[in-house]
């Protein structure tokens, strides 16, 4: 019988501390995954995100359960849980790296970001290395207009072969935001899927 399964071409990472994961998330997931023909969009936990130091996160387990929780219903999503596998710092070309090796030389890789964090590319460890890698995706935010002209003086062919950019619903979620409705009792309802809702009042988590 002729296999049929077609191989993966395209596929966006989706990366963050997910502390919690939120509509958002999973909205701007979802619109790169449709405008860029992804195959699939993988959902990466950070363990322990250099831009994150000195702020406590939930548990790693935690964020994991929650991120397979709000994926699960989309069949085009998948969580990876390397980096939590990994020890030191989840630097994002380490993780490119992975994938690349997972899912082979071939498969096209696009890393899904903020506007706000395109313009701070040139601080990231190895970004050259990491552009000649992958692509990115930026996606437009409120406040945090691109600087395309610095992009281009900065990275050259790379900026303007290897980033793009697209504009998404202005979606007002952040996770600072639902963590603090929690301590204060307030309701989370709809802004997070029901499924993590449920977990974080389960697991009594944000108190």
Not at 15 to 44: C, N, Y
Not at 115 to 128: A, C, F, G, P, R
Request: glycine share 6%.
């Amino acid at each position: 019988m002729e296999d049929t399964l077609q191989p993966i071409r395209r596929i966006g990472i989706m990366g963050g501390t997910f502390d919690p994961i939120h509509m958002a998330h999973l909205a701007i997931a979802e619109q790169v995954r449709e405008a860029f023909a992804l195959d699939l969009v993988l959902f990466i936990p950070a363990a322990n995100p250099p831009h994150k130091q000195g702020r406590k996160v939930a548990p790693a387990y935690h964020r994991l359960m929650m991120t397979q929780l709000a994926t699960y219903s989309n069949s085009c999503f998948h969580v990876s849980k390397q980096e939590l596998e990994r020890t030191g710092p989840s630097y994002s070309l380490l993780t490119v790296r992975e994938v690349q090796e997972k899912y082979g030389a071939d498969a096209e890789l696009y890393f899904i970001t903020g506007s706000d964090t395109i313009n701070e590319l040139h601080t990231w460890y190895h970004i050259e290395e990491l552009l000649d890698s992958c692509h990115f995706v930026g996606t437009t935010r409120p406040g945090a207009p691109v600087d395309k002209e610095d992009l281009v003086k900065r990275f050259g062919r790379l900026a303007e072969e290897k980033i793009h950019f697209l504009a998404v619903p202005e979606l007002e979620i952040s996770s600072t935001d639902i963590r603090q409705r929690v301590r204060c009792g307030k309701s989370i309802k709809y802004v997070v899927p029901a499924a993590v809702e449920a977990y974080i009042r389960k697991e009594g988590l944000y108190q």
